[in-house]
């Protein structure tokens, strides 16, 4: 659906994306993830033929956004940063000029507004100016606005960005259920957000491509051996968490074993293999025959902050988030 | 075209929901019909004098009311243009909305035209609204209406070539106060260009004189359609289209 080769954006002074490439399958929902600066907006800017390409090429739904821009574009629903809402106008009456805009007329527009407002959860504005909207329900008419068209291709620029929690998790869910009916883009720089709503994700840093994969092999990847978490408690009610970290380490395989928390008894352990090794059974084994119990054993799965940091080579800030993930 | 007039209603109604489109209409309203009971009442108080002194100089509504009223129009609108496109492309600047009109499937051009025209329809409410008066002067008097017409006509035109030209300036800055300004002051530069014909005849003063909007409306004034008049509106109007295009181009490339 969208295939970006050496995309190049050169400013007077810097050069905002750098020789950029890659895929989007067709119905993916994919992360574009990097921190403030990156190069996501502009990117986007040249996705969606607001901005042309220094260099390079971009098509997206089989056309090439500098040779059939009026093509690419009708394929295309993209959300800015800050949605574009006049405040004069009312909700329904937005719409409306976006629909004509994108070519829709008559009874098709109709449906088309009574869908995506009821879609975007917005019915209830209809007739509100958009001036007067809480940011929640301008985003999610900037939204609406996007997939009026019902387009092939999502692009959406940090949906998510200046809302509050619950709206947040409103617009994730609402993003989540466009995915099945179109191709998604969206950027971020916040981590959870991908590993919340995406398949795929393209990290990129000062212009750079840094990685793209699947989000579960970014995870595993940034992670070389297995860790596991424990939650271990005495019989007694009480637990000397020495004792055990003594006993754990002396399975085999186990590279390091750390208290993470305790508390009423409970102890709780992030024990990190070897390369390699899988030693989850071992460990069970060696709790119980020592006579505690074994509340809880999973993985610990990195999250992605780690990962991304990581990847765009931010260390000390990747284990503060490393030690930060780990608590329970 | 049919984007061009979907871009041209949303303007419209931009306008006449904000109190802009009122307040010059008022203002308009105002100013013209102050003109028009003066130049009325000057000419009533001419002709009664005339009458005492026993003298019949033939009196003529179109000569002594219209054209210099229409006159009087073309330079008041001057002061009005800046206002009416100052927000046309600063607002959707400053506001980001410029990106829906980018991105969506729709020609520059096509969003060019559609602001331009809208805006040529607000000015031309301006004078509908100053033509109240002259229905005043055909119940009471007889005055030839084709002179009439014409003024009008030549006041679109001008209006049309000034309204092109803030579009332009438009562009060029996300503030609206400053593309108000500047528009106010090109206009204005445009209109005293034509003084230098006054104590000057060299070509300069020539080509300056000819530059300036006024000087082209004279024609119009007397009712007459000059095409040399009407043709310099027209390339005035083309040209401030075409570097609007440009302009919103090359924001692209450079930004
Ligand atoms: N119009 C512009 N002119 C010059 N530099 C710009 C412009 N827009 C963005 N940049 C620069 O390009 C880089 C990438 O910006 P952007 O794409 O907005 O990043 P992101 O959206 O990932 O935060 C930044 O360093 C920014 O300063
Ligand atoms: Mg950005």
Not at chain 1, 165 to 191: C, F, M, V, W, Y
Not at chain 1, 209 to 220: E, F, G, K, M, P
Request: charged fraction near 20%.
């Amino acid at each position: 659906m969208i295939n970006v080769k050496e995309l190049t954006k050169r400013y007077a002074r810097t050069t905002a994306v750098d020789h950029i490439s890659f895929e989007v399958g067709k119905g993916q929902i994919v992360g574009f993830l990097g921190p403030n600066g990156a190069g996501k907006t502009t990117t986007m800017r040249m996705l969606t033929c607001f901005l042309p390409p220094s260099s390079g090429s971009a098509t997206v739904a089989g056309f090439d956004v500098l040779e059939q821009p009026l093509e690419a574009k009708r394929r295309i629903g993209y959300l800015p940063e800050t949605p574009p809402l006049y405040p004069e106008m009312e909700a329904s009456e937005y719409l409306r000029f976006v629909g004509k805009l994108k070519g829709l007329s008559g009874e098709e527009l109709d449906k088309r507004i009574d869908y995506v407002c009821d879609r975007c959860a917005i019915a209830d504005v209809r007739k509100k100016l958009l001036g007067k909207l809480s940011k929640g329900y301008r985003q999610r008419v900037g939204l609406a606005q996007a997939i009026i068209h019902n387009p092939d291709v999502l692009i959406l620029d940090e949906p998510t960005a200046g809302l509050d929690p619950k709206q947040i998790n409103e617009t994730r869910d609402l993003i989540k259920n466009l995915a099945g009916s179109h191709t998604i883009i969206l950027s971020t720089h916040i981590l959870p957000e991908v590993e919340q709503t995406c398949e795929q994700v393209i990290i990129i840093n000062k212009g750079k491509l840094v990685a793209t994969d699947s989000v579960r092999n970014l995870q595993a990847r940034a992670r070389g051996a297995e860790s596991v978490i424990l939650e271990i408690a005495g019989r007694n009610g009480t637990v000397e968490p020495t004792l055990v970290q003594q006993r754990l380490v002396k399975v085999s395989g186990v590279s390091n074993v750390s208290l993470k928390n305790q508390q009423d008894g409970r102890a709780i352990f992030e024990v990190e293999s070897q390369k390699g090794q899988l030693v989850r059974g071992d460990l069970a084994r060696a709790v119980v025959e020592s006579g505690w119990d074994l509340n809880e054993l999973r993985p610990a799965s990195m999250s992605l902050e780690e990962v991304f940091l990581q990847l765009t080579g931010n260390e000390t800030l990747a284990e503060k988030a490393a030690a930060k993930g780990a608590q329970p | 075209m049919r984007n061009a007039w979907v871009i041209c209603r949303k303007e419209l109604a931009s306008y006449f929901v904000s109190p802009v489109a009122y307040i010059l209409l008022i203002m308009f309203g105002l100013i013209f019909g102050f003109f028009f009971w003066n130049a009325l009442g000057y000419f009533v108080n001419e002709g009664i004098e005339m009458q005492l002194r026993g003298s019949s100089f033939p009196m003529n509504l179109n000569e002594q009311i219209i054209r210099p009223l229409l006159q009087n129009v073309s330079v008041v609108g001057l002061f009005f243009i800046p206002m009416i496109t100052m927000r046309l492309f600063a607002e959707e600047k400053r506001t980001g909305t410029i990106e829906l009109l980018a991105t969506s499937p729709v020609r520059d051009l096509e969003v060019i035209v559609g602001k331009w025209l809208a805006a040529v329809i607000l000015y031309s409410c301006l004078l509908l609204f100053t033509a109240v008066n002259f229905a005043f002067l055909f119940k009471y008097g007889n005055p030839d209406w084709k002179p009439l017409l014409v003024g009008y006509l030549g006041l679109l035109l001008q209006a049309g070539a000034l309204l092109a030209i803030g579009t332009f300036i438009s562009t060029l800055t996300k503030n609206q106060i400053i593309a108000g300004a500047v528009t106010f002051g090109v206009c204005l530069l445009l209109w005293v260009l034509e003084w230098v014909s006054g104590y000057e005849s060299s070509t300069w003063a020539r080509v300056l004189a000819y530059l300036s909007v006024i000087t082209h409306f004279e024609s119009f004034g007397r009712g007459v359609v000059d095409s040399k008049d009407a043709i310099f509106y027209a390339t005035v109007i083309f040209l401030g289209l075409f570097f609007t295009a440009r302009s919103l181009e090359s924001l692209r490339w450079r930004s």
